[in-house]
């Protein structure tokens, strides 16, 4: 069976902080990675894709690696705003879609 | 462009009733799914299709059944509810850019907002 583990947390971080994240997958065919964002009672919702080569979206960092199997999320300069629930999400290339860690709760604090 | 879409938004069962939970999307996806989230659990996928036509069984398909009715709905029948399906339940429908190679599929999933179901 396909597993994404991800440290439930919560963590708990000051505004501004840097705060990383990660999560270890066993399905070692698996082709795309991602990271989701869910608030509370909300859908979940795309953040961004995971490429091998490492990959920037403002804020945010992510990183594959494929031989330890994990990838991690780093925010930086953290916003009262990013607090939510980061879902791991794994693409076994299958038809069946995505499977999903249990998630990270992070809460910014002021 | 409404997304996924899902109705009800709430709704609360007596043990052994049926219910039908509706799932539209209006973005022309093959592929179509309902998940059910749980405290503690995460998201667990309990039908999908692949393409209208098609239905498969998810990892927790027990006490469900699935309708793909068109390329654009896909529905989710609880025939008798028991309270251990009270769960927010979540229809998505996901989309493939393929790359030139695999890690470069660009992919997303949108998902609806959810319908919670409370069994009494």
Known sequence: RKEVEQDPGPFNVPEGATVAF?????????????????DCRKEPKLLMSVYSSGNEDG??????????????????????SDSATYLCVVNGGGADGLTFGKGTHLIIQP | NA??????????????????????QDMNHNSMYWYRQDPGM???LIYYSASEGTTDKGEVPNGYNVSRLNKREFSLRLESAAPSQ???Y???????????????????QYFGPGTRLLVL
């Open chain 2, 90 to 108: 979540f229809c998505a429908s996901r989309t493939t850019f393929p790359g030139q190679l695999a890690e470069y599929t660009r992919e997303t």
């Open chain 2, 3 to 24: 997304g996924v879409t899902q109705t009800p938004k709430f709704q609360v069962l007596k043990t052994g009733q049926s219910m039908t939970l509706q799932c539209a």
């Open chain 2, 42 to 44: 995460g998201l667990r």
């Open chain 2, 86 to 88: 009270t769960s927010v």
């Open chain 1, 59 to 80: 804020r945010f960092t992510a990183q594959l690696n494929r031989a330890s199997q994990y990838i991690s999320l780093l925010i930086r300069d953290s916003k009262l």
């Open chain 1, 22 to 38: 990660n999560c270890t997958y066993s399905n070692s065919a698996s082709q795309s990675f991602f990271w989701y964002r869910q």
